[in-house]
């Protein structure tokens, strides 16, 4: 009973002194901003995926808009597109390994047909003199539309993980990554990831 009502005045006790203070300390850290990104779209290019592309490139246009309202403007830009098929270790499985390509697009960067693009990739780079330096004609926007249209007659088997981990491979897509810029990646899909070492995984049982 002595205990109890030695913690009950301690819960309920006198509130009037006010607690003691310790010495504290500010410091301010100024914030630096890079404004070099490198941003990854890894889109799914399976049977189902034609709503999900759509939109995607519905969307891009307010993407690129909200990047403009960054302190400073759009900052330079890397945008590459890669797709969910890497193949299925060399089975014969239509839309993913065929004899020609038994890795699938194996984590390359993707523009298709897409006109007036000069390299793999979308690169956006501001100048000093406030002007864009570009690698294609029209605008942002429209040549993302276009990347991104990968199709539907993709792999099933979709892995987003191991094309994403193929695409930053050093050595690979040369150029699209660099040293200091920040790194971004966007998964665009409707199902689990099939990402598999073995490709027993993807041959009959």
């Given amino acids: 009973l002595l205990a109890a009502a030695a913690l009950l005045a301690a819960c309920g006790g006198d509130t009037s002194t006010p607690p003691p203070t310790t010495p504290t300390e500010t410091l ?5 901003l890079n404004r ?3 941003i990854l779209f890894v ?8 709503e999900e592309q759509t939109a ?3 969307a891009f246009p307010e993407f690129v808009a909200m990047l403009g309202r960054i302190d400073g403007g759009v900052p330079n830009i890397h945008l590459g597109v890669v797709s969910t ?3 299925t270790g060399g089975e014969p499985i239509g839309g993913c390994s065929t004899a020609t390509e038994p890795d699938g697009d194996d984590g ?3 523009t298709g047909q897409c006109a007036g693009i000069t390299d793999r990739f979308l690169s956006d780079l501001a100048r000093p003199d406030g002007t864009r330096e570009v690698n294609y004609t029209g605008t942002l926007a429209e040549q993302f539309s ?3 249209a990968l199709g ?3 792999c099933g088997y979709e892995q987003p993980l191991e094309a994403m981990r193929r695409a930053l491979s050093p050595g690979r897509n040369l150029g699209f990554l660099r040293p200091n810029a920040a790194l971004a990646v966007v998964f665009v899909g409707d199902e689990d990831d099939c990402s598999a070492s073995d490709p027993a995984l993807f041959g009959d049982p």
């Fill in 28 to 32: 301010a850290f100024p914030a630096m």
């Fill in 36 to 38: 070099d990104i490198d």
């Fill in 43 to 50: 889109v799914d290019d399976s049977g189902s995926m034609l």
């Fill in 56 to 58: 995607l490139a519905a």
């Fill in 85 to 87: 098929n890497v193949g």
């Fill in 108 to 110: 390359a960067l993707l």
């Fill in 146 to 148: 276009c990347i991104t």
């Fill in 152 to 154: 539907v007659s993709g």
